[in-house]
Antibody, heavy 119, light 108 residues
């Protein structure tokens, strides 16, 4: 069965960077995009960007351009999201999710990773 | 970017009642690429509907998506206790993909 398992929560100081991992299994990794979506405490969902596992093509939401980098490791079927220059308003649960055949909707989700930014 | 506005913000209903959730887009959604998700506290969202009206695998037929262009609706025909949750719509026809702010379906 399709599974996405994310790394554990993290606490960072303002200005630092965080890298979240998303290990996938149960499907052919290179045939789908992985999107990242975040959710601040008590708030709605915000799309961060996606990476196509076949060729590492990326698209980032404008709010994150210049601060986010998404990468993949095809040998372990793992996707990564690094966010730099963290601010307190980056405190959120970050989810990875699969886009089946790059359609754009998200059919399987990771369990989420809480990133807390605090001095 | 396309802004999605969901209404109402909160829907207070009893089990067995019908729920009607609205999602209105600021521009027409290409190819009706509109999805609905359910999210319960402490859990990741779950895909319910894609392509405006196609149910995802394993989703009960009491969940029905409809609409086109700028107006979309999620209908839950008879609410079960496990249906009380947050619901989000998402458009993925134009980049950036965007989400609505959510509708909470709560027990009356």
């Amino acid at each position: 069965q399709v599974q996405l398992v994310q790394s554990g929560g993290d606490v960072k100081k303002p200005g630092a960077s965080v890298k979240v991992s998303c290990k996938t299994s149960g499907y052919i990794f290179t045939t789908h995009r992985i999107s990242w979506v975040r959710q601040a405490p008590g708030q709605g969902l915000e799309w961060v960007g996606w990476i196509f596992a076949y060729n590492s093509d990326t698209t980032y939401a404008q709010n994150f351009q210049g601060r986010v980098t998404m990468t993949i490791d095809t040998s372990t079927a793992t996707a990564y999201m690094e966010l730099r220059s963290l601010r307190s308003d980056d405190t959120a649960v970050y989810y990875c999710a699969r886009e089946p055949y790059n359609y754009g909707f998200l059919d399987f989700w990771g369990q989420g990773t809480l990133v807390t930014v605090s001095s | 970017e396309i802004v999605l506005t969901q209404s109402p913000g909160t829907l207070s209903l009893s089990p067995g009642e019908r729920a009607t959730l609205s999602c209105r887009a600021s521009l027409s959604v290409n190819s009706n690429y509109l999805a609905w998700y359910q999210q319960k506290p402490g859990q990741a969202p779950r895909l319910l509907i894609y392509g405006a009206s196609s149910r995802a695998t394993g989703i009960p037929d009491r969940f029905r998506g409809s609409g086109s262009g700028t107006d979309f609706t999620l209908t839950i025909s008879r609410l079960e206790p496990e249906d009380f949750a947050m619901y989000y719509c998402q458009q993925y026809g134009s980049s950036p993909q965007t989400f609505g702010q959510g509708t909470k379906v709560e027990i009356k």
